[in-house]
């Protein structure tokens, strides 16, 4: 049986169908709609992504995405260079920036430690995020790194490399989300905040 749709065509929905949550039918979808929009979506969309290839680099210092070989956020002057965020990924960096609760630097380690996918302390900017702690300025380090094994198991890593520097180690508090009901949390959430409880 002949496929349906013409090569050029079939390529692309094969490259947006390996876009992370994204199956076949998704893909399809998608680049029918791209065809549909050639001229308010399809050309931008073309522009945008020549545009990123070409100027979006990591920042040298702390792995953030920007346009400058150091990022806006390492080159702001009006934030603690003396506290030190580490998350996995760009996209939890981001998401504590929406937050506008942290006025400090960061650290991008780039994914999580796991035996399992092969990622070792190399695979990750462990030597980096050694060299920036160890250099001295550094007070204290939050470790953002999810709350998955893996991202504990990363924090945990993290915190034995960097205790030889005197830094301060410290991590996001687990428990009760905000706007959270008890009886819908899961057991281990309920049972760390339990832990983690504070005095009123
Ligand atoms: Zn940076």
Redesign the pocket.
């Known amino acids: 049986m002949t496929s349906p749709t013409p090569g050029a065509l079939e390529q692309l929905i094969k490259l947006l169908s390996k876009m992370p949550g994204l199956g076949q039918r998704s893909a399809r979808r998608m680049a029918l709609h791209l065809i549909k929009k050639r001229e308010t979506l399809m050309q931008p969309l073309l522009q945008a992504l020549a545009t990123v290839e070409a100027e979006v680099q990591s920042?040298?210092?702390?792995?953030?995405l920007?346009t400058a070989p150091?990022?806006?956020?390492?080159?702001d002057d009006a934030r603690d260079p003396q506290l030190l965020c580490v998350v996995e990924e760009v996209a939890d960096l981001w998401a504590i920036e929406r937050s506008g609760g942290y006025r400090g630097?960061?650290h991008v380690l780039g994914g999580h430690l796991s035996a399992l996918d092969g990622v070792g302390p190399g695979d990750l900017r462990m030597a980096e995020l050694l060299e920036r702690v160890a250099a001295g300025a550094v007070r204290e380090v939050l470790l953002a790194t999810n709350a998955t094994v893996e991202g504990q198991t990363t924090a945990f890593y993290v915190t034995e490399q960097l205790k030889p520097t005197g830094a301060r180690m410290t991590r996001l508090a687990f428990g009760v989300p905000l706007g959270g009901e008890l009886d819908y949390l899961d057991d281990g959430t309920l049972t760390t905040a339990i832990q983690a409880r504070s005095s009123f």
């Open positions: 920042c040298d210092r702390c792995g953030n920007d150091i990022c806006a956020i390492c080159q630097l960061y």
